[in-house]
């Protein structure tokens, strides 16, 4: 017999409410998550009592009341909060995402049932066992996600349960069901009517799983639903001997390739959907994709501002596209001036991106990018080692030095500040205090001129 550890607290709040006559279980994820021997982050309970009874219940615990009216109570234990749900059964569904109406039930089955997937269709306690009217355990035994009913019903009901199956899918390495899986694909366009922030969070989901290369191949015209900017690359092929797939398929083996951290996993995503705009092929038949990383920035930059991503998620997963195809040795100059435009975390974001898209290439040359590539990072983990100069505050001279020497127009002590550090980048100059205030006034009697 089936038997999930229950916590302490939860353990309370069935108990309590079913010394008061009701029916109580834990419901939903964390009990398909204890069956695959997950820990639960969350424990979600369902129950015969109304709301009402629930506050009666608990009415010595802070609650909050805000899902009341869907049948959700908040009951606060050692600081954390537990749904504690009334059995229920929808209404119609008008916006493709929330119930017109809800009915209460006393009967745990019908509280399955408007549930969206089978694994996620189940319920437990103690005293009864797993309730499991749709075979959830058994679907989770071979891995097969499959929706509770009519999955054209259930993916109207809530289009946001079409990219909570892909999730699950890429999390959990299912397979979906043949039937699932169809109706995913016919009912693509309903992720229209779903608002930008819980696409993006699914996104998110589906992009740190380990089961997202092939869920970004099998389900390609779902995701171009939320990114457009991606179908140009489907059957996009790479004359070249750098590339032995198609553009998508190289980005969806790239995904795979770099850590489960949700903007390394967007940029692998994004970084390479420039290309067909910058194809030029030369006498020879070769492809040659120069700038493809600064159309791909454009495009990638649209897509994040139209997902609502946060800006300084845009902003960094920008850089990352951008510089994605320097092409790294030794170099300690070339380093530190990339280190100057993009910053040290970025940077180290840089090598993992750069190593995720070789890995993703074909063979050719592959042993000497990767050589370069760990040639920069060995160069650039001694610049920080030895707090090398490579930004502006790094100089031995700062802006109230040049308001000292007669320097006094804003915009041209950054511009002098800028041209030192290059100076003392390239090794042209010493960073040294008064070898620096010469320099200054001598580029400040050159911009002088040109001004």
């Not at 979600?44 to 869907?70: Q, R, V, Y």
């Not at 059995?87 to 039930?105: C, K, L, M, N, Q």
Request: aromatic share 8%.
């Amino acid at each position: 017999m089936l038997n999930i550890k229950i916590p302490e607290d939860v353990r309370y709040i069935i108990n309590e409410l079913e010394k008061n006559g009701c029916e109580a279980f834990v419901v939903g994820g964390c009990v398909r998550d204890a069956i695959l021997g997950i820990e639960p982050k969350d424990w979600d309970i369902t129950t015969s009592a109304k709301p009402d009874e629930i506050k009666t219940c608990f009415n010595n615990n802070h609650l909050i009341t805000i899902g009341e009216k869907h049948g959700t109570i908040g009951v606060v234990i050692n600081k954390k909060v537990y749904e504690v749900t009334t059995y229920r059964i929808d209404g119609d569904y008008s916006d493709s995402r929330h119930p017109e109406s809800v009915e209460f039930t006393d009967n745990i089955e019908k509280d399955l049932s408007r549930r969206d997937f089978t694994v996620n269709a189940m319920a437990y306690n103690e005293s009864r066992g797993l309730v499991d009217p749709f075979n959830g355990q058994t679907d989770l035994k071979y891995s097969a996600l499959r929706c509770v009913g009519n999955p054209d019903e259930r993916f109207n009901e809530d289009a946001l349960r079409i990219l909570r199956g892909l999730r699950f899918a890429s999390v959990y390495n299912f397979s979906i069901e043949s039937n699932t899986a169809i109706s995913i694909i016919r009912n693509k366009k309903l992720l229209n009517n779903i608002s930008m922030e819980r696409i993006a969070s699914e996104l998110n989901g589906i992009l740190c799983g380990k089961n997202v290369s092939f869920i970004l191949r099998r389900y390609k015209d779902v995701i171009a639903v939320l990114i457009p900017e991606i179908v140009s690359t489907f059957d996009f092929a790479q004359n070249t001997p750098h590339h032995n797939k198609t553009v998508w398929r190289h980005i969806t083996a790239s995904v795979s390739n770099i850590e489960p951290d949700s903007l390394l996993r967007m940029v692998m995503l994004l970084h390479d959907i420039g290309k067909p705009l910058a194809l030029r092929t030369d006498k020879n038949g070769i492809d040659h994709f120069k700038g493809h990383n600064h159309f791909g920035a454009v495009l990638a930059k649209t897509a994040l501002k139209r997902l609502k991503y946060p800006t300084k998620f845009i902003d960094d997963a920008i850089i990352l596209i951008e510089f994605h195809d320097v092409r790294f040795s030794s170099n300690k100059k070339q380093i530190k001036h990339v280190l100057n435009k993009i910053g040290e975390d970025n940077f180290r974001r840089l090598l993992k991106v750069q190593r995720a898209d070789i890995l993703a290439q074909s063979k050719y040359m592959r042993e000497a990018k990767l050589n370069n590539l760990e040639l920069a990072e060995a160069s650039f983990n001694r610049i920080i080692k030895n707090n090398d100069c490579y930004k502006i505050r790094d100089l031995c001279i700062n802006g109230s030095d040049l308001i000292h020497l007669g320097i006094v127009d804003g915009k041209m002590i950054g511009e002098i500040l800028q041209i030192l550090l290059d100076n003392v980048i390239d090794e042209t100059i010493e960073n040294e205090s008064i070898a620096l205030k010469i320099k200054a006034l001598e580029v400040y009697k050159e911009l002088e001129e040109i001004n």
